[in-house]
């Protein structure tokens, strides 16, 4: 992510739980209707972060395109 920037991302955290918010969001969310194949751990309807998955699983190209 810092490669094509010209300045570091600096603390992430509060810009991915932002981020993770949206409409768009990068991160697929694990839970009952979106568990990815995830068999173990399908987290709560409805919660954008778990204990288990944190914000889900990322999408990384999309993460990038929304720091451009």
């Known amino acids: 992510m ?3 920037r ?3 991302m600096g ?4 810009q991915l739980y932002a981020l993770a918010q949206t409409d768009h969001s990068p991160f697929t969310r694990l839970d009952a209707a979106t568990n990815n194949g ?3 751990y399908v987290g709560q309807p409805g ?3 778990n204990q288990a998955a944190g914000l ?3 999408n990384f190209e999309k ?4 720091y451009q």
């Open 2 to 4: 810092n490669s094509d």
């Open 6 to 8: 010209s300045q570091r």
């Open 11 to 14: 603390l992430w955290n509060p």
């Open 38 to 40: 995830n068999l173990y």
């Open 47 to 49: 919660k954008v972060y």
């Open 56 to 58: 889900g699983t990322v």
């Open 63 to 66: 993460l990038a395109r929304s």
